[in-house]
């Protein structure tokens, strides 16, 4: 079955320490997003790909990192200079960044602080 | 800045109350209009597509409809089995190209039998 995976479902992270949520596609899709979602709010959009190689931050960037070194793959990093990473992440991928087709979404991991 | 409002934020229903959930939304040049279920520790679930003033989609219990300045997701004869979050997220062309989703908050519904 084509579609999204992320993992862990769940993750605990320690002060000081940088955690890395992985999220694999088999949808052939060239778009890839990360958003992150706390209770009772929408989903902000952290760090987007468009294509291989090359992403660009969203409006909650910072103490986040990822790389798109495959069409597939688009881990993120949550840094020790994100000083309030308790959230639920949502990895999610779209056929076409130009287009208008809808995104598609993993189960999410949960980040908690230890 | 483009943004969604969504109401209520929580709605509670017997089985079989029917209800409508509203997303009123600013945006400049709105390219799609998107909502989606979400269920408890999951991501969300796409339902409907609308992409112009008048349109209308439907799936099962589930109907929605669009204006110029907002979104209705209409509930008909709703089951305990439609108990979820209905997020409403607007597409526009983001400031570097692509089209990116701006959320709104979700209305989350409770249907009792």
């Known amino acids: 079955d084509g579609g999204i995976t992320q993992s862990p479902k769940y993750l605990f992270r320690k002060e000081g320490q940088n955690v890395t949520l992985s999220c694999e596609q088999n949808?052939?899709?060239?778009?890839m997003y990360w958003y992150r979602q706390d209770p009772g709010q929408g989903l902000r959009l952290i760090y987007y790909?468009?294509?291989?190689?090359?992403?660009q931050k969203g409006d909650i960037a910072e103490g986040y990192s990822v790389s798109r070194e495959k069409k597939e793959s688009f881990p993120l990093t949550v840094t020790s200079a994100q000083k309030n990473p308790t959230a639920f992440y949502l990895c999610?991928?779209?056929?076409?960044?130009?287009?208008?087709?809808?995104?598609?979404f993993g189960d999410g991991t949960r980040l908690s602080i230890l | 800045e483009d943004q969604v409002t969504q109401s209520p934020e929580a709605l509670r229903l017997q089985e079989g109350e029917s209800s409508s959930l509203n997303c009123s939304y600013t945006?400049?040049?709105?390219?799609?209009l998107f909502w989606y279920r979400q269920d408890p520790g999951k991501g969300p679930e796409f339902l409907f597509t609308?992409?112009?003033a008048g349109e209308e989609k439907e799936k099962e219990r589930l109907k929605a409809t669009l204006t110029k300045k907002e979104s209705f997701l209409h509930i008909t004869a709703p089951k305990p089995e439609d108990s979820a979050t209905y997020l409403c997220?607007?597409?526009?062309?983001?400031?570097?190209?692509?089209?990116?989703?701006?959320f709104g908050g979700g209305t989350r519904l409770m249907v009792k039998p």
């Open positions: 997220a607007v597409q526009a062309p983001m400031r570097n190209a692509g089209n990116m989703l701006t």
């Open positions: 999610a991928s779209s056929q076409d960044p130009y287009g208008r087709q809808p995104q598609h």
């Open positions: 945006v400049s040049g709105l390219r799609g």
């Open positions: 790909s468009q294509i291989v190689n090359d992403f």
């Open positions: 949808l052939n899709h060239d778009a």
């Open positions: 609308l992409y112009s």
